[in-house]
């Protein structure tokens, strides 16, 4: 919360508990109380509970729909008015406690026709499709602080799926692109947090048996940079939905390879199917 009050220039706190180790902390903790407290406060005063952005109501893993799904319960339960905004819908399994949550929103917009296909699936009837709130970004262009020249970005995440014809389709990839095309590749883990996207790069180069030619970029300094450095160069080949939207605001080359839904129906809101491939 600190680093997002200070980078937008908002109030922030922290999410609400929704497992056995947060509502540990929460109830235990000195400082977990106090955030929880704090968390409380902010959404029992605020007008409108908004859940914007990512593909968060999906099984996909389950984790995440018990996830965001306990925050908009928190909110109803508290007689909020509930936006849904920009969201991803699907896979499902459990449709019906997906489809009363986001029939009881005020307001419900997401950001692909196969999300639309999961709202009137579920008999979400006031559902509006919009785009993806990164195309209507304007950042500013410059020089990255990394030389992406004669470069292809490489934009994995750790997904459980595949796993090992993953790992070894994309080290040969890799090699491809620095021993036979003479490039080289730069690898950017999203999400700098998630130790598993920063292994899954590991693991890949090393088995490309590419060298120096293929790097792990970790000391990017904003979501601006990471913009600059697939701007200048050669194309994107990419897991991570974002990585894939910046190429086409880019207008760079991009191979998406689809893990869930949102990847493959990105290619098809920009009528480019052929350039995903499945997972």
């Known amino acids: 919360p600190p680093r997002t009050a200070a980078k937008m220039g908002v109030k922030a706190v922290g999410f609400w508990p929704t497992g056995f180790r947060t509502w540990g902390r929460a109830m235990f903790s000195p400082r977990g109380r106090s955030d929880f407290k704090t968390t409380q406060k902010a959404l029992y005063k605020c007008d409108i509970f908004m ?4 593909t968060l109501l999906t099984d996909e893993p389950l984790r995440s729909l018990w996830i965001w799904g306990q925050h908009l319960e928190e909110a ?8 849904i905004e920009a969201n991803g819908i699907g896979p499902l ?3 019906p406690w997906v489809g009363e949550i986001l029939r009881r929103a005020e307001q419900v917009t997401v950001r692909d026709a196969k999300s639309m296909e999961w709202c009137k699936r579920l008999g979400v009837s006031g559902a509006r499709q919009v785009k ?3 195309f209507e970004w304007s950042p500013p262009e410059g020089a990255p ?5 004669n470069a292809v970005i490489f934009a994995p995440r750790y997904w459980t799926k595949n796993m090992n014809n993953m790992v070894e389709s994309f080290s040969e990839l890799i090699r491809h692109i620095c021993l036979v095309k003479g490039k080289k590749v730069i690898g950017i883990p999203f999400e700098k ?6 292994k899954i790069l590991n693991t890949i180069f090393e088995q490309s048996g590419a060298g120096e030619r293929a790097t792990i970029w970790k000391d990017y300094k904003d979501e601006v940079d990471v913009y600059n450095a697939i701007l200048s160069s050669d194309g994107v080949v990419g897991m ?3 990585s894939l939207i910046f190429a086409a605001k880019a207008k760079v080359p991009f191979v998406g390879i689809s893990y869930m839904d949102k990847v493959e129906a990105l290619g098809e809101e920009l009528g480019k ?3 995903i491939l499945p997972l």
């Open 93 to 95: 399994r459990n449709t």
């Open 51 to 54: 859940l914007g952005g990512g």
């Open 240 to 242: 991570r939905l974002h």
């Open 76 to 83: 109803y339960r508290a007689k909020k008015r509930v936006w």
């Open 193 to 198: 947090s998630n130790v598993g996207d920063v």
């Open 145 to 149: 602080s990394i030389s992406t020249e």
């Open 273 to 275: 199917s052929n350039a």
């Open 132 to 134: 993806d709130p990164v």
